[in-house]
């Protein structure tokens, strides 16, 4: 039985080679399916290849130092360690009591950039105003947590804040790092034919659209959606949109008209421009005078300065102006608190610092809150007449329009003279006409002749 084992064995030399063959096959075959990194078929394929060929040593070598430059490469590449401890959250700040959350509008800062402590990082638009998140400790951030466009609630974490910052790489893809060999898969295959194969994929014949009738010479041509730009409104575009449909809705609104000569008034801030700038530091604009004779016209009309509360009417002992101020994310109303015990100076610079926050975003719920009468300036945009609308939850709003040159009769005369439509709109449900007409008229009073607030007459 021997003998006749040895003769086959003799007779077929290839055997021993066809084995070997299809060892190599095999372990080709399970290093392929295995993923990158693992070295546990590395090492049964260096016993296998020991086993039959020696020249395929050379081979494993090239496998083995292959597999640890990738992990190398992506430690290399992290930005930075959780186990310093020094990792810091940045959280939505809270907004205000009457708000409950809003939309992450934008982030300021991209991950991997350095911030320093209180630094903004991201806005948050509401409804009423735009939270600004600052960085709690100065550092570099490590990861956003949270999208634009999420809604965020008081305390919610955004961002991830890395303490110490510092040996802080930023290894992109792009630069150069440890140079790696190529990987195992194409060490091995570089003189074999591929294991892989591909099917060629075929897009299906797109189904014949409908023929579309075409337009008649007379049927108007709707935009096509290439020379459209659709964009979504933003928190507080919303919120100003329900608040005026709601005050059509609620308000019996009624418009009475009155124009203003402007002469003493601008001849009052030309004569004493230079000295009030140079005691106050503020420029004297004419706003500051539409509002104390705002505030004598609610002192005159006490209804004007009131609110429909139920079935109850709420008289108010206090006077909150709040003065309309156009920013490029919508329209926001800061108010000028009891405007009626300031002085002209006090007025104009509380003017400037609210203008100012509005523009940049930064006005506070308080410092919007509440309001007894509103002021509208349209004539800034040239607006010449208007009907503006009352802003919830108050009964009246004074609209000031520009000022252009008209011919007057003054003391039987042609003269031109600098002259300003006003218009107040009101809640006819609470103020009757006499009080409007009233108070437009003490308005006007006070203005062509400002020294009527010296004298209270």
Known sequence: MLGLI??????????????LSSIRSIANKEILL????ELCPVRNYSRLILAGSSPSIRTTRDVLGSVMP???GQM?????????GDLVDAVVPFMGESINDGILATFLKKSGD??????LIAQIETDKVTIDVASPESGVIEKFVANEGDTVEPGTKIAVILKSGE????????????PQPSSPVETIDKNQPSKVETTPVTEKPKAPSPLSPKPSAQEPQLPTKERERRIPMTTLRKRIAKRLKDSQNTYAMLTTFNEVDMTNLMKLRSDFKDAFVEKHGVKLGLMSGFIKAAASGLQNQPAINAVIDGDDIVYRDYIDISVAVGTPKGLVVPVIRNADKMNFAEIEKEINALAKKATEGRLSIDEMAGGSFTISNGGVYGSLISTPIINPPQSAILGMHSIVNRPMVVGGEIVPRPMMYIALTYDHRLIDGREAVYFLRRVKDVVEDPRRL???V
């Open 76 to 84: 290399w590449s992290m930005h930075f360690s959780s186990e310093t």
């Open 454 to 456: 010296l004298l209270d």
């Open 167 to 178: 040996g802080v790489s930023h290894v992109g893809p792009s630069e150069k790092a440890v």
């Open 114 to 119: 350095r911030v320093e402590l209180d630094e």
């Open 70 to 72: 990738e992990p190398i």
């Open 34 to 37: 295995q993923p990158r990194g």
């Open 6 to 19: 040895r003769r086959r064995v003799a007779s077929s030399p290839s055997i021993l080679g066809q084995s």
